[in-house]
């Protein structure tokens, strides 16, 4: 056994003063502070670590401090390691003579209590405010510091002392932290009965007689599943008598390297569910691949100077390789550029035609005459007709952000031979959505009436058909795409969202011959698909009207998530500024996957849009996973190791037992409710809080206090053990659609039967008396600030504002106002934060203060500014004028239909008399939504005022 440990390291003095206390055989190691001997950490902190004689290693000074408490038999301390401690309840507990070991020696008590205590102590001390509020615990921090055995440790390892910066009391906890059975063991009374004054206690939360006696009968009856759907099959084929889920994800852009908002846009999100959906042992197909045809392939293939199909082979391979990083588990990943998406694509497109749901209208576009093609819009390049940008695409202003038709820009260009085209008219096939407007509406409302559709989805479908469905252009003037196989419209291809998600039946094909067993059968198979709600209308409305309309029976979809987005820190995501992390680039930071996967599924967004940061990633980590999860797992792992000889034993449940593991079935039933509503975020809380309530049986329980006491006492301490380490079990199972990785982590410790992991409906013993589990080892490491740090400033990308740029001439500098203008307005609607609006703000007006004098806005003292033009007669003024008309957009739409349905929710809570701080969390829910609604459609005040009391 070897402790390795490094110079001038608070951790590191902590470790080898408690490896010397605690009397465990090993040597010691003195190695660089930023070495990396622990073969698969690549960026983590990697001192003080203990390598175990199996091999595997300790990294974390908590994991360390339980080992060598449990070698050392002292268990009683296990509670320190994790508790929150209360300075005014140490300042009881400590012994008059202030050091914890017999005889005022050191112990490995005081070394726990050093490790836990010492930044707020130095703080306390250095404000001189520790002995006046708490003269034992100062009494005792100055013995422990003056230890021989800790000075002569500070020499070994040139440790100096921190200096403290700010000194800050530390928050007191109302509340005694060290339970009683280990009070009344440090003062040599039996315990006869467990603590009841932990912090939360699992006893607090109500549960009927009937969930007990549920929760025993089950617990009683075993595991329940007897066969096995084999996932590892190939080809899968739908199985009669079964659940067969058919799922996808939103075909993925091939010409771009994917972002975390992509990632948890479609990918992950599709694959958490699939993995869900194998666990509870359905049959399951998982398709997706990338989208390979259009305007925006030839777009990038002209910027690399490659050919599109080369473009396509290049980012194909790379998104392979980032979703396989992420452990995303794909039946198939296949692409659009195959012979089998031109047969499916163009036997759709003749069926619909010959049905009547295609016509024919004549557009105008640009043509170039040098290149001699006609212009997709993003071929075309010009002057934005509405904010006067002389940089517009033909489908998008970069800058004011407006939709453009190619033929609106004035000066237009060809983005590839820089020259003027002209405007020719072009014949082109629309499909005839007017004739299908009744048969979608009606499918819409079937899959709102089921709640299979998602709110996003909804409000968006609804909106498009609420304002009459227009006929689709399905055709365009492209060389790289599905030909239009139609003789009048030779050299034409499909428009990519017509042919796109016909991509998701010719990847299939491309899986297996017989396709159409998922496809065409519709009695048997339920189609889930994932996407971001920009993608929405064209999966709710444009591909089932094109189904519809070709009149074979395909598989409809069933449920439907649209997920909203995620921003980085408050903006967006942007490879060309170098904003926000990316596949490639998450794949670098030496941050295991399954941390990226936990935080962005914790953080999914959704009911509205949410935020990626650092500081939640630590946070995440380091408080969800680290101090609650795996807090607890390695508690009842390494005390079943040490304690019990790695054996679970005999369970045996009292009223206390039958409490917690009803409890435990009230969150499994919470996590599979969600799941089916496919709220994930929801049911990875139900997680957290099994593990929450696991800290808290232990706690309760006190098995180390029991351990010492009569035989009965050992074999509750050994029954308590067991029924943990079974929590434990159950929670590698539940966790594996999450974290996947850490799952099997877990499931190699514990040595898990691979016929027990599957879903069952509520808590049952997964690990039997007599079964040995393996050797425990922590799951995760705490992520230091100075690491959250680094990252924050690698990924916060180039200022795109130029406010300190050197400005030549008038023009330039409102230019650049102007831009800086709309960043600030960007940065308000957004909700960013308020020092970096502030920051921003004071850039706008120092490039204003460049302005000439006479360009230069006077204070308007909160009148209207002035005007060069000769100010008017005044006017009378005018009361409650009326209000702009304001543009309906689908995101409005989609936004107004969240607020309604939070309305709902509240109303209802409110009518169930729901207790206040559900209903204020809901609340501040709906507030939140309102906020983001245009001013003028906001709810005004009623002007009516409370009276005076």
């Not at 069926?351 to 071929?379: P, S």
């Not at 962005?600 to 940061?613: A, G, M, V």
Request: overall charge positive; hydrophobic content about 35%.
């Amino acid at each position: 056994m070897i402790l390795y440990v490094a110079k001038d390291c608070e951790d590191s003095l902590v470790a080898l003063v408690s490896f010397k206390l605690s009397g465990v055989k090993g040597k010691k190691e003195i190695i660089a502070a930023d070495s990396k001997h622990i073969p698969y950490l690549k960026s983590t902190k990697q001192v003080p670590s203990l390598q175990l004689e199996s091999g595997d290693f300790l990294f974390t000074l908590e994991s360390i401090l339980l080992y060598l408490i449990g070698e050392s038999g002292k268990q009683s301390l296990e509670f320190l390691v994790s508790s929150e401690i209360s300075l005014q309840s140490l300042n009881k507990e400590i012994p008059p003579k202030s050091l914890f070991g017999e005889n005022e020696t050191l112990s490995l008590t005081d070394m726990v209590l050093l490790s836990r205590l010492s930044a707020s102590l130095q703080g306390l001390k250095a404000s001189k405010s520790l002995y006046s509020s708490y003269p034992r615990v100062g009494f005792w921090y100055d013995k422990v510091l003056n230890h021989e055995l800790l000075t002569a440790t500070m020499k070994e390892l040139d440790y100096v002392p921190s200096k403290v910066v700010q000194a800050k009391e530390p928050k007191v906890q109302s509340k005694k932290q060290i339970p009683k059975a280990v009070e009344a063991k440090r003062n040599g009374v039996t315990a006869k009965k467990p603590a009841t004054d932990a912090v939360e206690n699992f006893l607090q939360v109500s549960v009927t007689e009937d969930q007990k006696k549920i929760a025993v009968k089950k617990w009683s009856e075993g595991y329940p599943i007897t066969s096995h759907i084999n996932h590892e099959d190939y080809p899968k084929k739908p199985i009669p008598g079964k659940k067969n889920n058919l799922i996808t994800s939103a075909l993925p852009y091939v010409n771009n390297v994917p972002h975390l908002g992509n990632i948890i846009g479609a990918v992950l999100s599709a694959d958490c569910f699939a993995r869900y959906c194998r666990l509870k042992n359905e049959n399951t197909l998982y398709i997706c691949g990338t989208d390979e045809y259009g305007t925006a392939t030839e777009t990038k293939a002209l910027a690399e100077g490659l050919t599109p199909q080369q473009i396509c082979d290049k980012y194909n391979a790379l998104h392979k390789e980032i979703y396989s990083w992420f452990n995303i588990s794909f039946d198939y990943f296949g692409r659009t550029t195959t012979k089998q998406q031109t047969e499916i694509a163009q036997d759709i497109f003749w069926k619909l035609h010959n049905n009547g749901f295609t016509v024919a209208q004549t557009v105008e576009q640009l043509f170039c005459t040098h290149c001699k093609k006609f212009l997709a819009d993003r071929f075309v390049e010009g002057t934005c007709p509405f904010c006067g940008f002389d940089d517009a695409r033909g489908d998008q202003c970069d800058k004011c952000s407006k939709l453009i038709n190619p033929t609106e820009l004035k000066d237009p260009r060809c983005k590839v031979c820089s020259k003027s085209p002209e405007v020719k008219t072009s014949k082109h096939l629309f499909l005839d959505l007017p004739k299908l407007e009744d048969k979608i509406q009606k499918f819409t409302d079937e899959r709102e009436a089921m709640k299979t559709y998602n709110t996003t989805t909804v409000s968006i479908t609804n909106s498009w058909i609420k304002t009459g469905l227009k006929p689709r252009c399905i055709t365009r003037d492209l060389k790289w795409g599905t030909p239009v196989p139609h003789e009048d419209y030779k050299g034409k291809v499909f428009y990519v969202w017509f042919d796109a998600p016909i991509g998701y039946i010719s990847i299939t094909a491309n899986y297996m011959k017989e396709w159409e067993l998922w496809w065409k059968n519709p009695e048997n198979v339920t189609l889930h698909q994932f996407m971001a709600k920009d993608n929405v209308p064209f999966h709710s409305v444009i591909f089932p009207a094109s189904l519809m309309a070709s009149g074979d029976n395909w598989t409809m979809v069933n449920t439907m998530d649209g997920i909203d987005w995620l921003q980085y820190e408050g903006t967006k995501f942007s490879k060309s500024r170098g904003t926000g992390v990316f596949g490639d680039q998450a794949v670098e930071t030496g941050i295991p996957c399954d941390i990226f996967r936990c935080y962005l599924l914790l953080n999914r967004p959704e009911t509205s849009d949410t935020n990626f940061t650092w500081d939640g990633l630590a946070q995440t980590n380091n408080n969800i996973l680290l101090n609650n999860l795996g807090n607890f797992v390695l508690r009842a792992l390494t005390f079943c190791k040490n304690s019990f000889g790695s054996e679970i034993r005999e369970m045996t449940f009292n009223a206390d037992d039958e409490h917690f593991i009803a409890l435990v079935n009230g969150h499994l039933a919470s996590y599979f409710k969600n799941f089916e509503e496919r709220m994930m975020s929801r049911a990875f809380e139900s997680i957290f809080a099994i593990s929450k309530i696991g800290n808290q049986y232990l706690q309760y329980n006190a098995p180390w206090v029991l351990t010492k006491g009569s035989e009965a006492d050992k074999q509750r301490a050994g029954s308590v053990i067991s029924v943990a380490t079974n929590v434990a079990a159950l929670l590698s199972v539940i966790i594996s659609p999450f974290m996947p990785t850490m799952s099997k982590v877990l499931q190699e410790q514990m040595n898990m039967p691979e016929d027990k992991l599957l879903f069952t409906e509520c808590f049952v013993p997964l690990l039997k008396p007599g079964h040995m589990i393996g050797t425990p080892f922590p799951l995760f490491s705490k992520m230091e600030d100075a690491s959250v740090a680094a990252f924050k400033t690698k990924f916060a990308g180039q200022d795109s504002s130029s406010a300190n740029a050197p400005v030549t001439d008038v023009e330039s500098l409102q230019r650049e106002i102007e831009k800086q203008g709309n960043k600030v307005r960007e940065l308000k609607a957004s909700k960013a934060n308020p020092d970096e609006i502030k920051a921003e703000v004071a850039k706008l007006l120092d490039l204003k203060k460049k302005l000439p004098p006479e360009l230069q806005q006077k204070p308007s003292n909160g009148k209207n500014k002035s005007s060069a033009k000769p100010q008017a007669k005044p006017q009378p003024k005018v009361q409650n004028p009326p209000k702009a008309k304001i543009e309906i957009t689908p995101e409005i739409a989609a936004l107004q239909g969240k607020i309604e349905a939070q309305g709902q929710k509240v109303r209802e809570l409110k009518g169930k008399g729901s207790d206040k701080s559900i209903i204020d969390a809901e609340v501040k829910i709906l507030l939140d939504l309102k906020s983001q609604l245009p001013p003028e459609l906001r709810p005004q005040p009623s002007g009516k005022k409370g009276k005076k009391k």
